[in-house]
């Protein structure tokens, strides 16, 4: 296991277009973040998975993100109706909720919406 | 106000150098904190990982806690050119209802010159 992995690296899309994002978390992680950070700033919580159950919500997390974790494995982010505003870095991170606690971060997926 | 303050810099120093990063903070539950780097347009990579007050050393880095004054620092001895990258500070709360969410600075840029 090489870490947290996040596809794609770079997206660019339209004002409108939906865009969803993965998440492959390190295997033995149950705790999976979704993150996000702009240009200049210190990431920002979006929202919490234990395994499959979505714990925990920010109210960054507008009606147009949509987070999922089937199966407490992957996890998809969605963004519907997306707009400049969204424009951002999309952060992953897993950890465990025993022994070393520590949240590991993927690459992220940067978005750019034109 | 933020609660989680950190200095944007840029802070340049020579190589050689000891270098100083600091954050505050105003939450007195947080019992966790973290250094991050990242380099551009990558995702945060774990430096150092402390509970409650005190001081952990790993290699060139020091971290340190004073939960007294809400303030935490990382000192990096004999920096290096390749240590340049921006720093960020980061910290939660404890207990068993807690999410594990972590709540950034704004990071520092640091720019180490050969």
């Known amino acids: 296991d090489t870490g947290v992995s996040q596809n794609p690296r770079h997206k660019i899309t339209k004002r409108g277009q939906n865009v969803t994002f993965r998440c492959d978390p390190i295997?033995?992680?149950?705790?999976l973040y979704w993150y996000r950070q702009t240009l200049g700033q210190g990431p920002e919580f979006l929202t919490y998975f234990q395994n499959e159950a979505q714990l925990e919500k920010s109210r960054l997390l507008s009606d147009r993100f949509s987070a999922e974790r089937p199966k407490g494995s992957f996890s998809t982010l969605e963004i519907q109706r997306t707009e400049q505003g969204d424009s951002a870095m999309y952060l992953c991170?897993?950890?465990?909720?025993?022994?070393?606690?520590?949240?590991?971060f993927g690459q992220g997926t940067r978005l750019t919406v034109v | 106000q933020k609660e989680v303050e950190q200095d944007p810099g840029p802070l340049s120093v020579p190589e050689g150098a000891i270098v100083s990063l600091n954050c505050t903070y105003s939450n007195s539950a947080f019992q966790y904190f973290m250094w991050y780097r990242q380099y551009s347009r990558k995702g945060p990579e774990l430096l150092m990982y402390?509970?409650?007050?005190g001081n952990k050393e790993d290699g060139r880095f020091t971290a340190q806690v004073d939960k007294s004054s809400k303030y935490i620092s990382l000192f990096i001895r004999d920096s290096q050119p390749s240590d340049s990258a921006t720093y960020l500070c980061a910290m939660r709360q404890h207990g068993s209802s807690n999410t594990g969410k972590l709540i950034f600075g704004q990071g520092t840029t640091l720019q180490v010159k050969p």
């Open positions: 295997s033995e992680h149950n705790r």
């Open positions: 991170a897993s950890s465990t909720d025993r022994g070393p606690t520590e949240a590991f």
């Open positions: 402390t509970y409650s007050s």
